[in-house]
C-alpha cells in the first residue's frame, strides 16, 4: 500500500483501476465534495453505491483519509487517460452553496499533503501541476465544464506547499495556452485562467444570456454555466471584436475579451490580463444586463 505519511486513517472503496500503461502522477487535482457530509460521502464509495473515489479524502476539520492507493487510478475526472497521470482529493465544504467554501483547516491540510505529492512524486509545485478540477477542462478540455472545486483557494495553496517545500516565491500564473495531456509542462508566459464566478454570478450571466434577443443562451438557468452558456459568451464577446469559433471552449483570448466586454459595458475598472475574477465576471453580467 502506498500512501502519504500525512494519512491518519483509511477509508477502503472498490472504485478504483489500474492507472494506463506508462503513466505516473504528474498532477494534482483538487475536487471539492459539494457537500458538508464528509462521513456520507466515504460511505458512498465504500459501499460501491456511488461510482468516483479519490486518492485522499480531506475533512472539514483538516483531516486526511486515504481512500485509493497511490499506485492506482482514481475515478474522479471523467476520463482514464487524465485520471491516470493525476493524485486526487476530494475535500469537504464548510456550507452548502454560495461560494462553496472550504475551511482554513481543511485548505492548510490540502497544502500540506500538496506538498508532500510533489516532494514524493517531483511534480512541479506550481499552477500548471497543481490544478482544480474545472480546469482540466477549460485547460486540457478532458472531462466536462464544472465549477468544481468550487471556493478552494487553489493559489493559496500552492504558496503554501512552496513555502513547506522551502520554495518560496510565487507559483507560476495559469498556462497560456491548453496543452495536451501528455505533453511537457507548458510555459508560464502570458498566463491566463477562466475562473468562474460562484453560482448567483453564474446563474446572472445565464439569465443576461437568455434574456437577450435573439436569446444567446436557452439552457437551464442553474447557476452552473457549462458548453451552452460559453457559447453564448463566445457571440457576446463578438461585438468586442472575438472572431474565433462558438464552440463552448473558452481559452486565453476569451478571457481577455470577457474583461474588454466588461471595461467597455460593464464598468469593470480591473485589469485586463485574462486572469478572470469575481470583478470581471460581475462587470460582464452588468454589461450583458444592460439594454
Ligand atoms: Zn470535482
Not at 141 to 169: E, F, S
Not at 233 to 254: E, K, M, N
Request: with cysteine; glycine share 14%; net charge positive.
Amino acid at each position: 500500500m502506498a500512501f502519504s505519511g500525512l494519512v491518519t486513517r483509511h477509508s477502503a472503496t472498490p472504485n478504483h483501476s489500474t492507472r494506463n500503461a506508462g503513466t505516473t502522477p504528474k498532477y494534482i487535482v483538487h475536487h471539492h465534495m459539494a457537500t458538508t457530509g464528509f462521513s456520507a460521502v466515504l460511505a458512498s464509495w465504500a459501499s460501491g453505491r456511488k461510482q468516483g473515489s479519490c486518492h485522499v479524502a480531506i475533512s472539514n476539520s483538516g483531516e486526511l483519509v486515504g481512500v485509493v492507493d497511490e499506485s492506482r487510478r482514481a475515478w474522479s475526472l471523467s476520463s482514464s487517460m487524465f485520471d491516470s497521470q493525476a493524485l486526487v482529493t476530494e475535500i469537504a465544504n464548510s456550507a452548502v452553496g454560495g461560494g462553496w467554501l472550504v475551511s482554513a483547516a481543511a485548505t492548510e491540510a490540502a497544502a500540506q499533503l500538496t506538498a508532500d505529492w510533489c516532494r514524493r512524486f517531483s511534480i512541479p509545485c506550481d499552477r500548471d501541476h497543481v490544478i482544480g478540477h474545472r480546469e482540466v477542462y477549460t485547460r486540457f478540455k478532458k472531462g466536462y465544464a464544472t465549477a468544481c472545486p468550487g471556493g478552494l483557494d487553489l493559489d493559496g495553496i500552492v504558496n503554501r506547499a512552496r513555502q513547506i517545500l522551502g520554495q518560496g516565491g510565487s507559483p507560476l500564473p495559469a498556462s497560456a495556452a491548453p496543452a495536451a495531456v501528455a505533453a511537457a509542462p507548458v510555459s508560464s508566459g502570458g498566463g491566463w485562467a477562466f475562473n468562474l464566478p460562484d453560482a448567483a454570478s453564474q446563474l446572472r450571466v445565464q439569465r443576461a444570456l437568455a434574456g437577450r434577443n435573439p436569446s444567446r443562451y436557452t439552457g437551464p438557468q442553474d447557476g452552473a454555466l457549462g458548453p451552452n452558456g460559453f457559447r453564448g459568451i463566445q457571440i457576446t464577446i463578438r461585438g468586442v471584436g472575438y472572431s474565433g469559433p462558438v464552440d463552448g471552449v473558452i481559452g486565453a483570448v476569451g478571457c481577455r475579451l470577457i474583461q474588454v466586454y466588461a471595461a467597455k459595458f460593464g464598468d469593470y475598472r480591473g485589469p485586463v490580463d485574462s486572469i478572470l475574477g469575481p470583478n470581471s465576471w460581475a462587470g460582464f453580467a452588468l454589461g450583458l444586463e444592460r439594454p
